[in-house]
């Protein structure tokens, strides 16, 4: 489990296509501290399981399914991802539950400064409208954000500029896209009552 809320930005050293899998490897500041092989770390809000640790590196094995669901497919070496431990349950909780099991990618339409404010506009997939909501959750490449608005399948949301700078959304722009990740309390609601029904 996580939170969403990313503790720092890795950079791509190395993609390497195994016979089995993809092997990755980012080099990271912060959040190797206390990690070993086998400790999950969300990675552009995708749980992976680190298989190696290096001076300043992690690396993971990445499987096509995982390339095929998220944006992880498109990194290159030099890009940057989203990075974060996963939960300890003996300190703050800030964002929301995050489990790093993408359900999508999403396509950003919109990302510009607006006043003092960076608007953030995302089309989801069709099929997925039921589980956004107003001032509801939803974690993009890893973020926990606040929906400011929905119409449809076109999201708003409204950033910070702390957020700007610690993440990737920063170096993002229209027409990329982005790991989606929606409220789990919500998809096992949705489970349960559609077995009561």
């Known amino acids: 489990m996580f939170t969403g809320i990313v503790e720092e930005k890795g950079r791509v ?3 390497e296509e195994l016979e089995g899998s993809w092997r990755y490897t980012v080099a990271v500041e912060t959040v ?3 990690l070993s092989i ?3 770390l969300a990675t552009n809000g995708v749980c992976l399981t680190v298989v190696e640790v290096g001076d300043g590196t992690l690396s993971f094995d990445v499987l096509e399914e995982t390339r095929r669901v998220t944006n992880l497919r498109f990194l290159e070496t030099g890009g940057t991802v989203n990075l974060e431990r996963s939960l300890r349950f003996d300190g703050r909780i800030g964002g929301h539950f ?3 099991h993408v359900d999508c990618t999403g396509v950003i339409k919109t990302l510009r400064p607006e006043g003092k404010d960076v608007l953030l506009q ?3 997939p069709e099929g997925f409208e039921h589980y956004v909501v107003y001032k509801g959750c939803i974690a993009i490449d890893g973020m926990s954000l606040t929906i ?6 076109l999201i708003t949301i409204w950033l910070i500029p ?3 700078e610690v993440t990737t959304i920063g170096e ?3 027409g990329d896209l982005v790991n989606l990740e929606f409220d789990l309390i919500a998809k096992y609601t949705e489970k349960i009552v559609a077995q009561r029904g």
């Open 98 to 100: 995050v489990s790093g």
């Open 148 to 153: 400011a608005k929905e119409e449809g399948r």
């Open 13 to 15: 050293v190395s993609l």
């Open 38 to 40: 086998g400790d999950s």
């Open 32 to 34: 190797s501290e206390g």
């Open 122 to 124: 995302i089309e989801i």
């Open 162 to 164: 702390h957020t700007m």
């Open 172 to 174: 993002r722009k229209a």
